[in-house]
């Protein structure tokens, strides 16, 4: 019973290096996102997709990429990290996208807590 | 726009006693649901309950009671007897029909034995 898959659970990059956060569900859900969490400033969305091939900005997408290839995984990717990325990260899904099915509750991974020095 | 505001940064309380953590939302929305969701120490994030806009209805679900008022936009949840492994942030959260979801910056529980 998988849910909904993260690694690596911890990071630590230089400033400037890329990586890719991983991320991937067994549950055939069709909306997949990404919310960073900071001290103070909750949960916050990065990016989203509500169904494979389809992804789209969310409150914070500078500095970050990300594709939806198959409906399991969701990748991540740092393009060139920068101390203000340093946070955890939370990769979700849900059945369907909140705009349309707003009834679904979302199921989170555990977090990969990012670090850039 | 929507918002959710969840005024208790951090409460402190002794095991056994009840706690209410105090959810506030804006929508223009008629159509919507809110949640909470608790985030233990370890990490992760787990759903707890969800309500829609049409069902004022209290729930109880052995320790925890969550209060839906529409008149005051308020959805708050309430541990009786407090237990120290309640000790946790929780997210109220707001998914009005067509528009993003939007979680609340999260209240910091903290129970002492």
């Known amino acids: 019973n998988a849910g909904v898959t993260q690694t690596p659970k911890f990071q630590v990059l230089k400033t400037g290096q890329s990586m890719t956060l991983q991320c991937a569900q067994d549950?055939?859900?069709?909306?997949m996102s990404w919310y960073r969490q900071d001290p103070g400033m909750g949960l916050r969305l990065i990016h989203y997709?509500?169904?494979?091939?389809?992804?789209d900005q969310g409150e914070v997408p500078n500095g970050y990429n990300v594709s939806r290839s198959t409906t399991e995984d969701f990748p991540l990717r740092l393009l060139s990290a920068a101390p203000s990325q340093t946070s955890v990260y939370f990769c979700?899904?849900?059945?369907?996208?909140?705009?349309?099915?707003?009834?679904?509750?979302?199921?989170f991974g555990n977090g990969t807590r990012l670090t850039v020095t | 726009a929507q918002k959710v505001t969840q005024a208790q940064t951090e409460i402190s309380v002794v095991e056994k006693e009840d706690v209410t953590l105090d959810c506030v939302y804006e929508?223009?929305?008629?159509?919507?649901?809110l949640f909470w969701y608790k985030q233990p120490p370890s990490g992760e994030l787990v759903f707890l309950i969800r309500?829609?806009?049409?069902?004022?209805q209290n729930e109880i679900s052995g320790r925890y009671s969550w209060n839906f008022q529409k008149s005051t936009s308020s959805f708050n949840f309430t541990i009786t007897a407090s237990q120290v492994v309640d000790s946790a942030v929780y997210f109220c959260?707001?998914?009005?029909?067509?528009?993003?979801?939007?979680f609340g910056k999260g209240t910091m529980l903290l129970v002492s034995p």
């Open positions: 979700a899904s849900s059945a369907g996208a909140p705009q349309d099915r707003p009834f679904s509750p979302l199921h």
């Open positions: 549950m055939n859900h069709e909306y």
């Open positions: 997709s509500v169904g494979a091939g389809i992804t």
């Open positions: 929508t223009r929305d008629t159509t919507y649901y």
């Open positions: 309500r829609n806009s049409f069902d004022e």
């Open positions: 959260a707001l998914s009005p029909l067509y528009s993003t979801l939007t």
